[in-house]
């Protein structure tokens, strides 16, 4: 018996699956951009660049104003404040002072580390 869908029905989402890596365990940009083509029905992998392009400058432009960048199923992307520290080279041994300095950080999603662990 067949069942009859409605046309109510919330699309699914349309995932791209990822092959087992050619080059060792780095995924290629060219890998990406064939991903992102792929999974968004893009006709060229110039507008799979160009959809890439804009979402990581839109998510730098925020980092830029001091927002957290929350990314759902992934995590939240933000900027963090290191002080300046004492350290020690390691090859001679001499105390040096490290200088403060921003970091951007990723704090992963239970979502992300429940997939991965």
Not at 4 to 25: C, D, E, I, R
Not at 35 to 40: L, R, S, T, V
Request: hydrophobic letters at 35%; charged letters at 30%.
């Amino acid at each position: 018996m067949a069942v009859k869908k409605s046309k109510t029905a919330p699309a699914k989402k349309k995932l791209a699956k990822v092959a087992k890596p050619k080059n060792g365990v780095q995924y290629t940009q060219s890998e990406l951009l064939q991903q992102i083509q792929e999974c968004c029905d893009l006709e060229s992998k110039k507008q799979a660049r160009e959809v890439y392009e804009n979402f990581a400058g839109m998510i730098q432009a925020a980092l830029k104003k001091g927002y957290k960048v929350p990314l759902p199923g992934l995590g939240k992307i933000q900027v963090r404040h290191s002080k300046a520290r004492m350290g020690r080279n390691p090859a001679t041994g001499e105390v040096i002072k490290i200088k403060a300095k921003k970091r951007v950080r990723l704090t992963p999603s239970k979502a992300l580390k429940d997939a991965v662990l």
